[in-house]
């Protein structure tokens, strides 16, 4: 009965480096989504996989996040040449399908379950 | 486009009541409630799809009014349990498909004994 599960918990790195952050969803979930939480605010929207393919890319800052889910399953966002700004929890959630696509079962709430985060510290 | 939650924060004695209010200037498709502790991932309260309707659990409850674009989140007999930080989320839909939440910047309870 596990949760969804994020690695790791906390990265500290230089400017200027690469790095990856891992999400494993909870088993059977197809739909996978990435948010971005600063300190005080929201979750905000990064992308969203529906199977191995990303649905809607459209939150991702800029060029240098890319994120992959080459099985389905697992899914690794990738930060290239980090950046002070992108220090942040980076927030991994799962659920069964999305609302509004086919199949859309009743008893799919909608709900997301989160990971509890990859605190990122670019120094 | 960010909801606005109000109040930014709230702190009340264990048994008062509370209510957040999430405003967006979309028309919405559906509305989600969050909780979120210190440290710890959001968990999932409830969603109200759009036909204001009202839900509700516990003494926790909310309800969407499409019209107004608002929902409010009412937390009844507060628990010292319900402290932590409430974010609604907002899901903007054409002919029911569904794109990605949108958070306000949250609700900070604080339950105090």
């Known amino acids: 009965g596990a949760g969804v599960s994020q690695t790791p918990s906390n990265k500290v790195t230089e400017k200027g480096k690469y790095v990856e952050l891992r999400c494993d969803p909870i088993?059977?979930?197809?739909?996978l989504y990435w948010y971005r939480q600063s300190l005080g605010q929201g979750p905000e929207f990064l992308i969203y996989f529906q199977g191995t393919g990303a649905a809607d890319d459209s939150g991702l800052p800029n060029d240098r996040f890319f994120a992959v889910r080459p099985e389905g399953s697992v899914s690794t966002l990738k930060i290239q040449r980090t950046e002070r700004g992108d220090s942040a929890v980076y927030l991994c959630a799962s659920s069964l399908s999305r609302r509004g696509e086919v199949p859309f079962w009743p008893s799919n709430t909608g709900e997301l379950f989160f990971g509890e985060g990859s605190r990122l510290t670019v120094l | 486009q960010q909801p606005v939650q109000s109040p930014q924060a709230v702190i009340l004695r264990e048994g008062e009541d509370a209510v957040i209010n999430c405003s967006s200037s979309k028309a919405l498709y559906s509305v989600h409630w969050y909780r979120q502790k210190h440290g710890e991932a959001p968990v999932f309260l409830m969603i109200?799809?759009?036909?204001?309707e009202q839900k509700g659990h516990d003494k926790i409850s909310a309800s969407f009014n499409e019209k107004k674009q608002q929902s409010s989140l009412y937390l009844t007999a507060s628990q010292l349990s319900y402290s932590g930080t409430y974010f609604c989320?907002?899901?903007?839909?054409?002919?029911?498909?569904?794109?990605?939440?949108?958070f306000g910047s949250g609700t900070q309870l604080t339950v105090l004994p």
């Open positions: 109200l799809l759009k036909g204001g």
């Open positions: 989320g907002t899901e903007i839909g054409v002919s029911g498909s569904a794109r990605q939440l949108t």
């Open positions: 088993s059977g979930h197809t739909a």
